[in-house]
DNA sequence: CGTCGCCTTGATGATCGTCAATACGCGTGG
DNA sequence: CCACGCGTATTGACGATCATCAAGGCGACG
């Protein structure tokens, strides 16, 4: 685990902090000795500041990715250029590793939401390591099912709830779970909020202030919650 | 190949129509030998009339599931007893297969929406049998990777398209690839479609309607359109 | 203190869900 | 082959929700 460490650092210019990150996703977290050193060998590390484009939709996929730090947007457009966002990866989320196995091009684009490090892997060279190691295979198989998972979650979510009760739920997710009040700090700006849960940004603003009557107060990044049983019945 | 083909039919009942979509799906598409002999050993067949329940949401998840015949809707309930169909599934798709990996329990519930005939996978069998077999590591990864593709693209889909260019699209999903006139014929009751593209039974017959000015022409289930290219434009 | 960017608020319209009534298709039975 | 009846589909009316456009406020940062 020394020399793992060390290559990391040495090589690819690692710091401490993307380094748990990164050994916490599911592609790495249950990795050891040699699966993980192959692994980390066919990554490298990217930094973009914030609106650059990751990858464009119908590119050639050579590799998926794993955000370190800051916040990466999926999205597509449509005939009219009206952006729409199908995901919000935050630090720990991988994207575009569907394409291991699933085609050759990439599905919508990639675009910085902030100043993001990200952690790059070949798509080929991923694809002969998953073949010959089991624990790799394995790892692949772990992170497609969750991702699969949160995403039929978002459809539902899409499907059943109204602006207040998504801006709700969101919330709910990053109280501590007792009952009586919180506070919680928003990661990022109300914009890719917005995104994330399939709203415009005024509609974002119109929920929160739907949501003022629970007992939920909003001031810049800081989110107060009065009573979080009380959340729970919208 | 021969015995697997006995094996199939004597001890599990399927009949040609049957295996022929089984041995399409991307579980087994691309097994061979002893990994297919192995996979089919985990396999039974369940035939149901519609409107049955095939599992809950919250229960235990012991087995995934493959679409033979007939049509099975995944879907949710909000706290009002609301329905949302999450996804359609027909014949040789795949559902709850993201739970070998991805948690204990069902995430929704699981209903025939037609008299429905599926091949039943346990759920530790396939596991085990994944971290022996590589080849059905592949194929798990393989259906994982597609069904995850086609869910987000259903997100965008709903965030970005209007009612009638979903069915426009659906129906340019059905048609022969040229520009000219077509005629398909949908293989379920429109209800189903509806729930597919996220939509209330009413909203997609004015969608249908409102489709009529673009040469689309509905009787039943037939559908004639008039002008494949025009649809596109959508 | 000023400027820029993000967020909020207001007004408006499009879209879609819901409820209710009617029409149609399809399978059944005569 | 035709008439009947049930369930599905359509149509209308209405309201709720949300996107869009435009203008104003707030906060961050120089």
Redesign the interface.
Known sequence: MEETADMMNSNFKLNNRDRAVLMKTPFLTSLTGNSLVRMMSTMSVVSLTNRKSIFREGEDADAFYCVLSGYVR?Y???RDG?E????ICSPGDTFAE??????TKY??HAQTAEATTLARFDMQAVRDL??QE?DI??A???S??????T??????N????TAPQRVANYILTRCPVDGGPASIRLPFQKNLLAGML?LAPEALSRAFSTLRRTGVTVRGRVIQVGDVQALREI
Not at 151 to 156: F, L, N
Not at 158 to 161: A, F, K, S, T
């Open positions: 999926l597509q457009l449509n009206r729409a966002d199908i995901r569907c394409l291991l196995y699933g085609g599905h919508h998953a073949e089991r295979a394995k692949v198989i772990t497609l099912s969750k991702h699969l998972i995403t039929m979650d978002c459809v539902a899409d499907r059943l709830h399939g």
